[in-house]
């Protein structure tokens, strides 16, 4: 994986001198410490940081590729996992490489097929092509929108970038938020409407969106929609398809010229990749890496709850002897939990999930003493439907995105004095728009159709939350996260499988469960859904009372402009495990979402219009 940026500017000649190009490049160091390249021309800079993964000797970038007198020029941040098949498609048709990676690959599809190239991907990636004769840009997202693509537009001008930092170190682009840029934080954050990046003149590609822009201006599209059909096949024959699916995924995503190992959380997602990268270890000689979190003192503080029944601890070891893996316990103190609440804000540049986040980041560093590249079990949950809100009718059934069923809650925060220029319809305004995206064959049930668009919420919405937490997270660590149940293929065929086989007696993944009841013990085949772990050690939540009241006390403190004072004081001692965003955010989560705010207002410098 990489970072990539660039420049687009119609009004002047790129000066290759301009020290943007240096601070743009040296915010994206930790997603590509191995190696970097700029491309210039007239109009135009291309940035690229490398983590080498494949091919490390060769594909470098920016590259560089001449067709038929036409000169065209990539970066790429990204994985294809049907390389070799779009490889041998293109070489059939008399096209060279000289390079075994997939960044060649990607540029000569382009040359090949123009944005058709687009419909042949099966990967995770974000890129952008300097088309020299028509000196133009196109550029593309993934269909499930794994890595991330920002970018600025103003006439004749355009930047992108893998990251919001990296957008903010060019002297052209403000940093300022404006009355959305409020709503977004505290009525929806910290999730985001689809193509809002908080900054007001910031945007994000969406996820399966391709742009150009060029002399007449920006151009934007959509080129991926999950489409409703007809299921085609049986419970069983659904079953066989989803095992070949989900197990071609898996392995697909192990090729790796760099050491390589999985979460094992002891759950059915991350089990599952682990056992099944582990057999196929196995079969080459080899012991697969295994990789846990926990905290410390977890086993004399956690509660269990409803959402959270008992620890992970258990069933880490029976996968563990299960599938005999090299496995690394890391343990997390509450210092460290709390400082990387910064770092999170420093690597996203946008306001965070909180320890949700800091604990993963924290977790990635040690992960990468060890391997390069990871496999996690991140978007099952959405797409085999896991979570609670499918489950439950009553919260399935509630209008609204289920897990951000608390709009009145959230006002309450507002400073009063900006209070009257936001209104709660804006998350109602979000939630309709969501809905319209939603594909419904002729002939569904209430409850399918309900389910379609469940579907849709937690792909296009909840999925993306977790997808930049987990993206921003690793890469700051300069680990590779990969995500096999996030593969298109299986994102689009299980958009249509009817509720009853995704349902299987009456458990939530339990056609994912009963597809694989041969690969897995029953202990973790059947363990109910538990989330990443969060610490429950009452330190934490002191310490960062601690914090936010110093914040609170500081009448300079930009927080002062955006908050109700008197109603985040209350946060110092509340009691009540009141959710912000869903349950992996309550209480202490609120707090910790605040002072990250804090922060990321000071530390780039924002400011509102």
């Known amino acids: 994986m990489c970072g990539i940026a660039g420049i687009v500017d119609y009004k002047k000649t790129i000066d290759k001198e301009d020290k943007s190009f240096r601070e743009m490049l040296d915010t994206m160091h930790h997603r590509g410490p191995d190696d970097e390249g700029m491309f210039f021309r007239k109009n135009v800079c291309l940035l690229h940081k490398r983590l080498s993964v494949i091919d490390p000797r060769l594909s470098s970038q920016p590259m560089t590729k001449e067709e038929n007198g036409t000169v065209y020029t990539i970066v790429y941040n990204g994985e294809l996992y049907n390389t070799e098949e779009i490889k041998s498609a293109l070489l059939c048709q008399g096209y060279s490489f000289t390079t075994n990676g997939d960044t060649e690959v990607v540029l000569t599809a382009y040359i090949a097929y123009g944005e058709k190239c687009l419909d042949l991907f099966n990967g995770i990636f974000a890129f952008a092509l300097w088309d020299n004769s028509a000196s133009s840009l196109f550029f593309a997202r993934d269909a499930m929108g794994v890595k991330p693509f920002f970018y600025h537009n103003s006439p004749f001008f355009f930047a992108f970038a893998s990251t919001v930092p990296t957008l903010l170190a060019h002297s052209a682009i403000p940093h300022t938020i404006d009355d959305i840029s409020i709503s977004e934080m505290l009525l929806l954050g910290p999730g985001r409407s689809k193509g809002n990046a908080i900054f007001s003149e910031i945007k994000e590609l969406p996820p399966g969106f391709c742009g150009t822009f060029s002399k007449n201006g920006l151009s934007i599209k959509q080129y991926f929609r999950l489409q409703d059909k007809p299921h085609p096949h049986s419970f069983n024959e659904t079953l066989s398809h989803v095992k070949y699916l989900v197990r071609d995924a898996i392995l697909r995503q192990t090729v790796s010229d760099v050491p390589l190992g999985t979460f094992l959380s002891g759950g059915l997602d991350s089990s599952l990749i682990s056992a099944i990268v582990a057999q196929s270890y196995e079969e080459a000689g080899k012991t697969l890496d295994t990789f846990s979190v926990t905290y410390k003192n977890h086993s004399q503080y956690f509660k269990s709850s409803h959402f959270q ?41 946008l306001p965070a999930m909180a320890d949700v986040d800091s604990s993963l980041l924290a977790f990635c560093k040690e992960i990468k003493k060890h391997v390069t590249v990871a496999l996690s079990g991140e978007s099952a949950d959405e797409i085999f439907g896991g979570y609670p809100w499918y489950r439950d009718k009553d919260i399935r059934d509630s209008y609204g995105f289920p897990w951000a069923q608390n709009t009145s809650y959230r006002m309450e925060f507002l400073n009063p004095a900006i209070k009257d220029r936001i209104s709660s319809d804006y998350v109602n305004k979000c939630y309709c728009e969501a809905l319209s995206e939603v594909s419904l064959a002729d002939g569904l049930s209430p409850t399918e159709k309900r389910m379609r668009e469940m579907f849709v919420l937690n792909i296009d919405h909840f999925m993306q939350t977790l997808l930049f937490r987990k993206d921003s997270c690793s890469m700051h660590a300069s680990l590779e ?28 993944k339990g056609l994912l469960r009963y597809a694989f009841s041969d690969t897995l013990p029953d202990e973790i085949l059947w363990r109910k859904k538990s989330p990443y772990p969060k610490t429950h050690n009452p330190e934490y939540l002191s310490a960062l009372r601690e914090i936010f009241s110093a914040i609170l006390k500081d009448k300079d403190n930009p927080l002062w402009d955006i908050l109700n004072i008197e109603k985040a004081k209350t946060l110092l001692a509340e009691e009540k495990s009141q959710p912000w965003y869903g349950q992996l955010m309550t209480t202490p989560q609120t707090i910790a979402y605040f002072i990250q705010i804090e922060y990321w207002l000071r530390k780039f410098s924002v400011r509102s219009v």
Do not use: A
């Open 309 to 349: 029944p008992d620890s992970d601890e258990k069933y880490i070891e029976i996968m563990v002897n299960r599938i005999k893996s090299n496995h690394h316990e890391v343990i997390l103190d509450t210092d460290t939990v709390i400082s990387s609440l910064y770092d999170v804000i420093d690597e996203k540049g």
């Open 481 to 508: 996260v990969r995500v096999p149940f996030c593969d298109r293929r299986i994102c689009e065929y299980m958009y249509s499988v009817p509720w009853e086989y995704k349902n299987y007696q009456n458990r939530e």
